[in-house]
C-alpha cells in the first residue's frame, strides 16, 4: 500500500515553511522582482528556518535530519508558492550540501559542509546547464580532462545562480564520450584561477535571483575534487534537482490558483461574480485538478528516491508536467484576471514571467 500522510515531522516543517512564505517571502516577492535584489535580511530569517543545514550531519555542525526528497518536495512547494526567485535564493547551498552528503568522500565533506551550517547564509551553487541549443546533461561541452594526476576544466556554463558569491561551486563536466556515465562533478573553490563569473543574465522572470554565465579556462584541480558519483550518482543528482523543480512548479501553479479563483469570486461583470459563469469557474476548477495531479507524480518520485531506487522516469515525468502545468495554469491565471492580468498591480504576470522557465532551467535546484 502507498500512503498520502506527511508524517508529524514533515507536516511541522510544511506549516513552518508555509508561514515564513506567506508572512515573509509573498509581502518582498514584487519588490524583489523591480528591483532584481533580495533583502539579505530576509535570507537570513530563512537560514534561521534550518532547511539547509537540518539535513547536515551533526558531526559537520549540521542538525542531523534525514535527507529525505519528500520532504524537500514539500518545503519547495510552499518557498514555490512564496516566490520563485527568493525560493531558488534560500535554497542554494543545497546545490553543494546535497550532493556532497550523498557522494562526497569523507575528506570533502570535512572540509566544505561547515562552512554551511554556521550562523548565517553562505551561498554556494551549481554550473551544470550551457548556453547552446538542445543542451542535454549526457552530452556537455564542458570538458574535464585527467592531467598529472588532476584535472583541468574547460567549457562555458550558464545560469549559475549566486556565482558571484559562492564559495563553492560544483562543476559537472564530461571526462569522456557522451553519457551520463561520463560525466564527473567536480568542486570548485572561489576564487580558483580560470573560472570567470561573467556579466548578471538579464532573464525573463525569475528576475530577484542574480544567475551567471561562467566561463572555465584551463581550471586546474586536483583528483580529490572530483566526487565519486559514478553513472547511478549523476543520474540521481538529475533526478532529485527534476523533482525539487516540479515542486516549486506545483508551488508557483498553486500560488497563481488561489489568486486566480478568489479574484473570480470578488470580480463581479454584468452583475454577478465572473466565477458564476463557466468559462471562468471550468477553468479555475482546472487549475485545481492539475496541481493535485501534479503534486501526486512530485510525490511519487520523491517517495522512490527515499527508497533509493531509480527514480529517472517517474522524475522526468513530473518535471516535464509541471513545468507545462505552471505555464498553463499562470497563463489561465492572466486570463482569469483579463486586463488587470497584464498589469504589475497583481502578481499573476509575474508568476507567468517566472513560470516559463521551468522549461529551461534544469539543474538549478538539488534539493
Ligand atoms: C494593454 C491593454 C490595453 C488596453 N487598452 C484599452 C483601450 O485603449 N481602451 C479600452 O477601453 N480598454 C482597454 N483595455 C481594457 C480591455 O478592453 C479590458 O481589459 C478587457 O475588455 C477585459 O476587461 P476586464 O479587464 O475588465 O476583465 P473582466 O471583464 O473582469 O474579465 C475577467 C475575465 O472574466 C471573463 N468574463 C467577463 N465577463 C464574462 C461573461 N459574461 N461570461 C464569461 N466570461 C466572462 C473574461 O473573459 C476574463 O477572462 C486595455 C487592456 C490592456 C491589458
Known sequence: MVGFEPSEDQKLVQETVRSFAREQIRPRARDADETGEIPAALVEQAWGLGLVQGTVPEAYGGFGNELSAVTGALVAEELGWGDLSIALHILAPSLVTVPLLEFGTEAQKREVLPTYTGENFRA?????????????????????????????????????????????????????????????????????????????????????????????????????????????????????????????????????????????????????????????????AEMAIEIDATRLLVWEAAWKLDRGEDATREAVLAKQYAAERALEITDNAVQVLGGHGYIRDHPVEMWLRNARGFATFEGLAIV
Open 124 to 284: 554556494a551553487t551549481a554550473a551544470l546547464v550551457e548556453p547552446r541549443f538542445g543542451f542535454d546533461p549526457a552530452e556537455m561541452e564542458t570538458v574535464a580532462e585527467k592531467k598529472n594526476g588532476g584535472w583541468i576544466l574547460r567549457g562555458h556554463k550558464c545560469f549559475v545562480p549566486l556565482a558571484d558569491e559562492a564559495e563553492h561551486m560544483l562543476v559537472y563536466a564530461r571526462t569522456g564520450g557522451p553519457g551520463l556515465e561520463n560525466v564527473g562533478v567536480f568542486l570548485v573553490r572561489r576564487g580558483t584561477p580560470g573560472v570567470e563569473i561573467l556579466e548578471r543574465e538579464k532573464n525573463m522572470g525569475i528576475k530577484g535571483l542574480r544567475t551567471f554565465e561562467v566561463r572555465l579556462s584551463d581550471v586546474r584541480l586536483p583528483a580529490e575534487a572530483r566526487l565519486e558519483t559514478g553513472e547511478a550518482g549523476v543520474r540521481r543528482l538529475l533526478d532529485r534537482s527534476r523533482v525539487a523543480l516540479a515542486a516549486l512548479a506545483v508551488g508557483v501553479s498553486r500560488a497563481a490558483f488561489e489568486y486566480a479563483r478568489d479574484y473570480a469570486k470578488e470580480r463581479k461583470a454584468f452583475g454577478v461574480a465572473i466565477a458564476q459563469k463557466q468559462a471562468i469557474a471550468f477553468m479555475v
